[in-house]
T-cell receptor, first 115, second 109 residues
Framework: DAGVIQSPRHEVTEMGQEVTLRCKPISGHNSLFWYRQTMMRGLELLIY????????DSGMPEDRFSAKMPNASFSTLKIQPSEPRDSAVYFC?????????????FGPGTRLTVL | KNEVEQSPQNLTAQEGEFITINCSYS?????LHWLQQHPGGGIVSLFM???GKKKHGRLIATINIQEKHSSLHITASHPRDSAVYIC???????????FGTGTRLTIIP
């Protein structure tokens, strides 16, 4: 299996622009997680889905952030409009069970820089 | 006070030394995870445990549920073990992970 796939790996954009990050989970996994990592705050959960349904979005910073999972093999995280404070590494992870806290497999991350 | 605390924040040791990284948490959990983040940024899950002890190669993870404490041990440390080690916990009824701030380990040849 190719593991969790994220694209793009690097994104540089200007303040105010829309940014879309993409994730393909491991085939057969039914939970998907979006995380953000910054030097100041470390790793934080933004949102997670189970069977394509958002379960917990309490970590989504504000209305500028939105996430979708239209099917079991694809998810997007969108920031509109982007701000410099959104600069971070965004990780997607997937796992194969719900309510058992199964091992999460992380993608390589997308490094976002907002100028 | 953070729900998950790790110590030490930074650790430098000589190759071959026995390494211990500690994690304490303040809430009830269903599982505790140890993750490794390589210098290049990739994150790998090392262990998930809810009781007792697990071993994988030179890595050993233990957890004491009553004391709300876990340790990650590395035997015969090697420079390739240099990484940030992150403790995370998941609560009952959901998979949401709450992370510690990480321990940066540097092994000197």
């Amino acid at each position: 299996d190719a593991g969790v796939i994220q694209s793009p790996r690097h994104e540089v954009t200007e303040m105010g622009q829309e940014v879309t990050l993409r994730c393909k989970p491991i085939s057969g996994h039914n939970s998907l997680f979006w995380y953000r990592q910054t030097m100041m705050r470390g790793l934080e959960l933004l949102i997670y889905f189970n069977n394509n349904v958002p379960i917990d979005d309490s970590g989504m910073p504000e209305d500028r952030f939105s996430a979708k999972m239209p099917n079991a093999s694809f998810s997007t995280l969108k920031i509109q409009p982007s701000e410099p404070r959104d600069s971070a590494v965004y990780f997607c992870a997937s796992s194969s069970a719900f309510l058992r806290g199964d091992t999460q497999y992380f993608g390589p991350g997308t490094r976002l820089t907002v100028l | 006070k953070n729900e998950v605390e790790q110590s030490p924040q930074n650790l430098t040791a000589q190759e071959g030394e026995f390494i211990t990284i500690n994690c304490s948490y303040s809430v009830g959990i269903s599982a505790l995870h140890w993750l490794q983040q390589h210098p290049g940024g990739g994150i790998v899950s090392l262990f998930m445990l809810s009781s007792g002890k697990k071993k994988h190669g030179r890595l050993i993870a233990t957890i004491n549920i009553q004391e709300k404490h876990s340790s990650l041990h590395i035997t015969a440390s090697h420079p390739r073990d240099s990484a940030v080690y992150i403790c995370a916990v998941s609560g009952f009824g959901n998979e949401k992970l709450t992370f510690g701030t990480g321990t940066r380990l540097t092994i000197i040849p």
